[in-house]
């Protein structure tokens, strides 16, 4: 009987102690996600700055101070450093959790690098 009662109680603790990583999110929080084949040493957004994105991976959410999204995203590999503009035209109510990703991707007519902001 002592078995179960501490077995029940450890159960309990650990279920209580685990904590994602998204449970503690509030206000505007920004992510990037590479869809290219590129490696980006650093991905700076206003004042976040995602470092060492693989290809294919998505970056943990940051928390963005502003209610206004930025409009322009650097992008640096080992050798080439660029910008790309962004196109946004998206509201932010201050109370509430706002979830966004910015994706890099590949444009298929020249080429070229494309930042798409999604709304998760």
Do not use: W
């Amino acid at each position: 009987m002592k078995l179960i009662i501490s077995f029940t109680i450890l159960c309990t603790v650990i279920l209580f102690s685990c904590t994602d990583r998204d449970d503690n999110l509030e206000g505007v929080q920004i992510r990037v996600q590479n869809t290219t084949e590129t490696t980006f040493s650093e991905v700076v957004i206003d004042s976040l700055l995602f470092q060492d994105l693989q290809p294919e991976e998505i970056a943990f959410y940051q928390k963005y101070d502003s209610l206004v999204l930025p409009r322009s995203v650097a992008l640096k590999t080992d050798s080439l450093d660029f910008s790309i503009a962004v196109d946004t035209m998206l509201e932010l109510d201050s109370v509430k959790l706002h979830l966004f990703t910015y994706r890099i991707k590949r444009s298929l007519e020249d080429e070229t690098l494309e930042i798409e902001i999604l709304k998760d």
